[in-house]
Nanobody
Framework: QVQLVESGGGLVQAGGSLRLSCAAS????????RGWFRQAPGKEREFVAA???????RYADSVKGRFTISRDNAKNTVYLQISSLKPEDTAVYYC?????????????????WGQGTQVTVSS
């Protein structure tokens, strides 16, 4: 059984930064692609960023240049550095994993999910 646990969310002023972490448990998880999604109140879950096992990355246009996804396979952990935060970045951020080495952008392409961590950006 694979479990994902996010941490690092919080309340931050516009323009600030946070680093979200997602620790995974379970064998061979280091070979899985990982992603970050977010969901604001009243909105659908949306893709934020993803990283393949090999380190290739992809970002949503809305966060490109401000967010950086990275991974430490030895620690089975993926990170999301979020900078230049805007009030519209306020959401619950979810970590996801899929049983494939290549990344994907659709929520349905992921097999495992964390419980989410709240990020609130004040103006």
């Amino acid at each position: 059984q694979v479990q994902l646990v996010e941490s690092g969310g919080g309340l931050v002023q516009a323009g600030g930064s946070l680093r979200l972490s997602c620790a995974a448990s379970g064998r061979t998880f280091s070979t899985y692609a990982r992603g970050w999604f977010r969901q604001a109140p009243g909105k659908e879950r949306e893709f934020v960023a993803a990283i393949s096992w090999h380190g290739s990355t992809r970002y949503a246009d809305s966060v490109k240049g401000r967010f950086t996804i990275s991974r430490d396979n030895a620690k089975n952990t993926v990170y999301l550095q979020i900078s230049s935060l805007k009030p519209e970045d306020t959401a619950v951020y979810y970590c996801a994993g899929r049983r494939d080495s290549s990344y994907a952008e659709g929520p349905d392409d992921y097999d495992y999910w964390g419980q989410g961590t709240q990020v609130t950006v004040s103006s």
